[in-house]
C-alpha cells in the first residue's frame, strides 16, 4: 500500500513538472482549500499552544479563569471532533478518489486522525470532568494527556495542508473541478 502511494506521489509530481506555471488567479482557484484549511488550522495550533504553555509550566494564563481555561480546552476539543468529521463525511471522500492520502481505508491523514483521536478523546472526557468538578484540576495531568498525541495533531496540520496546496491539486484536479470542490 505504501508504495502505492509513493507510485501515484511520483507520478504527480513528474506530471507537476509537465505543467506550465500557474497565473495568480489560476494558483488562487487551486490553492483555495489549502487557504481555507490554513484557517482553521490556526485556531488549533493558537489554541494547543495557549493549552501546552499552561500545562508545561503551570501557569494558566492571567487573564482566564481556571473555569475559562476549561472551557477553552472544552473548546478546542470540539471544534477538533467537529473539523474531522466534517471531512471525513464531506471533503476526503471526494478527494480521495483521486488522492489516496483522503483514502479512509489507507490514507496517511485518515490514520493522523485516528492517532490524534485516541488521545483527544482522554483529552476531552479529562476536562469535561474536571469542569463539572468531579475531577480535580492538575496542570501535570493536563499535560500528559496532551503529550501522546500532540507531536501527530501537528504533523497532521501541516500535512493536510501541503496535500491541499495548488502544485497538488492541479496534478489531479481540473480548474473547473476546483471551483466546484466543498469548502
Known sequence: MAGDEAATSDAAAAETRALPPLTDHEFKIYNRMADRM?????????????????????RRPQNLTQKQFL???????????????IEEAHVFPLLATRMPEFDARRGSLVKQHEQIHKGLEEFERYVKECHAGRDEFEMGVLKEKMEGWGGVLWEHLDDEVRMLGAEKMRAVWSKEEMMRMPM
Open 38 to 58: 490554513e484557517q482553521f488550522h490556526n485556531y488549533f495550533r493558537q489554541t494547543w499552544t495557549l493549552l501546552w504553555t499552561a500545562a508545561t509550566t503551570s
Open 71 to 85: 472551557n477553552e480546552a472544552i473548546s478546542f476539543a470540539r471544534h477538533l471532533s467537529a473539523h474531522h468529521g
